[in-house]
């Protein structure tokens, strides 16, 4: 059957008139709260993450999906290696109370 609609002296189904109203207000409301969530995360975005230098140079020097790890000499030759130059620069730079070599 189809749901007829309310008789003039029955209340209205919640979320339509005339309660619509209330419930749009709410939505509103839910929303401006997290905008201003959002808003205030975005903006400390800067103070809590290092700079893009920083990051880049961890992700190279630490990211063991681009790493060579064959079981080869070629590969171990290369892992000997990974990631020196972006240790140094670190240590140098946004880590310089660390020793590169005991990085290394």
Known sequence: T????PAADEPAAPGTAPDAAPVDETVRSLRAYQKLMCDSLLAAMDERFASNETVFHLCKATDFRLMPLEQTTAAAALLDEWGNN?????????LAH???DIVK
């Open 86 to 94: 972006s240790v140094d620069r670190l240590c140098t730079h946004a």
């Open 98 to 100: 660390l020793d590169a």
């Open 2 to 5: 189809l749901a007829q609609p």
